[in-house]
């Protein structure tokens, strides 16, 4: 108390890396210059639990994100001398691998004294005979199919957990929390939980707290990063800053980023991020809350500073989101470049040459894709066709087929070479002469929480 004037409590959360590979610098520029009290990141997509995957199976001591030994090696000292909390589910399918090498690494820098959280519990590939045994079919939530259509083709099964594992670890003290597979918003959502005693039924504040998570899980995207709008004009995005969450107790927040630093927070950046994979925006389903964006506004308070309020929450799902991958077959791929005049049509003349080739050779092939790069590569059907195909100074033409095996599919590669005198002219380059991979499928069904949430351990170490 001032006077008659009572300071309210503000959390003030950084964002870390978007995803696996991210850059390090903003997030080190946090750390060092900001006193940002956490700094939250969101390593996973669904394919990266496939990568880690294959990890692990070459070296069981893997399975998780392989730069979380460049990061801790830049930040622990800051966790360590400015007491600030990191919060990652770089984890993936190995939590405590993780865990692990963040111990190895302070204590490789001689930091000793923090502490290293660990959750644990959403993968369920160890308990799916159990899980089945229970009645829990694990039908495809889309299509309905049985999970025996895929069962022996498995390769993870994990389920989206919340924030309370993440809650709890700070609560027995935790400097660094590690998950395995959370959701987006989960990372962001635990420490205003966690600072501020939230309730689990506090819809409103959880829901807000969701927004914050969704706009922040990209790191730079909210402050002027992959901006469709005047981005010519967004500065200096060589040095962009990833965003800072100033949080208050009624769950608004003042989205903003370090001075210095490069990007732009605006009510349009905010936006853009706001919009991004949003499906329902009146029910927008997580483990926590059933948030509502449509009663969110945004509000320009100042230069790099965008006032967010007004979510709504309803109670959570009864049940949580697994989502498990597994081996959907090969693909062989080659790729050819034409060069001006007539580029499209010499690498149109092409395709048709190694479609009749697939034929004549008798190659399995499931699926054929043909796409030209520099014409419909990316925009597919929508493509325009071009008024004067000579305007067009090179294509690229890539076909990619899929099989059932790395055999089949290491056919087609050896295709190409021959074009380059067999075919039509003006050839610029040929490439993905070995380019065969093993093709990922998901599956998702929904599981009744009390089945994954008694599971869920937290487990603090102490670096001595």
Known sequence: MIGDVTLSKVVKIGAGQGFYGDSLQPMLKLAKDTDVQYICFDTLAELTLAIL????????????????????????PYVKEKGIKLITNTGGINPEGARDEVLRVARELGISGIKVGVVTGDDIYPRLDELINKGIYLNNSDTGDLIEKIREKLLFA??????????????????????????????????????????????????????????????????GGNFSGDWWNVKDLHKIGYPIAEVSEDGSFIL????????????????????????????????????????????????????????????????????????DGYMGQGMIGYSWPQALTKARAANEIIRAQIEELGIEASEINTEYLGYNALHRTLAVEPPNEDLINEIFLRI??????????????????????????FVGMISGLSATKQLLGLWSSYIPRTEIESNVNINVMEVE
């Open 400 to 425: 990619t087929i899929k099989t059932e095996s790395k055999s089949e599919a290491a056919k087609l590669a050896p295709l190409f070479p021959p074009l380059t005198v067999n075919g039509p002219p």
């Open 53 to 76: 995957q294959k990890d692990k199976q070459k070296d069981p001591s893997k399975g998780y994100t392989k730069d979380v030994t460049r990061t801790m090696r830049q930040l622990l």
């Open 256 to 327: 903003t980023k370090s001075e210095d630093a490069g990007g732009r927070v605006s009510v349009d950046t905010v936006k853009e991020q706001f919009l991004y994979e949003i499906h329902d925006p009146s029910n927008y389903i997580t483990p926590d809350v059933v948030a509502d964006f449509t009663t969110v506004t945004l509000e320009q308070v100042g230069e790099n500073r965008v006032k967010v309020q007004g979510a709504k929450g309803r109670p959570a799902p009864e049940t949580l989101k697994a989502l498990m991958g597994y081996e």
């Open 158 to 223: 994990n389920v989206y957990l919340g924030a309370q594992g993440i809650v709890q670890a700070l609560q027995e003290g935790a400097d660094i929390v590690i998950t395995g597979r959370t959701t987006d918003t989960a990372q962001f959502l635990a420490p205003i939980i966690y600072e501020f005693d939230w309730g689990k039924e506090e819809w409103d504040k959880l829901a807000s707290g969701i927004v914050l998570g969704h706009l922040m899980e990209c790191s730079g995207q909210v402050t």
